[in-house]
């Protein structure tokens, strides 16, 4: 049931930051016009990294747990 709750939470963090990042761009693109482009750019690099970075953790924690159960199993 942990597994489940953690999961949730980083997915819960994953659409939070991909749902900010989509309004900040559609926001710079109102209020700048064109030269909205680069800070548009930079939003969508920090949402792949964000992205990246909780796709790391979510792995991390899955092999963490695998081999918690493995060592479970083995004993």
Same mark, same amino acid.
């Given at each position: 049931m942990a597994g489940t709750r953690q999961r949730?939470?980083?997915? =819960?963090?994953a659409i939070a930051s991909q749902a900010t990042g989509f309004i /900040?761009?559609?926001t710079l693109e109102t209020l700048l016009g064109d030269a909205? =482009?680069?800070w548009q750019g930079a939003t969508l690099a920090?949402?792949?990294?964000?992205?990246?970075? /909780?796709?790391?953790v979510r792995r991390y924690r899955r092999n963490k747990?695998?081999?918690r159960?493995?060592?479970r199993d083995e004993v």
């Amino acid at each position: 049931m942990a597994g489940t709750r953690q999961r949730d939470g980083l997915r =819960r963090i994953a659409i939070a930051s991909q749902a900010t990042g989509f309004i /900040l761009i559609i926001t710079l693109e109102t209020l700048l016009g064109d030269a909205a =482009r680069p800070w548009q750019g930079a939003t969508l690099a920090a949402m792949l990294a964000a992205a990246g970075w /909780l796709a790391l953790v979510r792995r991390y924690r899955r092999n963490k747990e695998r081999r918690r159960r493995e060592m479970r199993d083995e004993v």
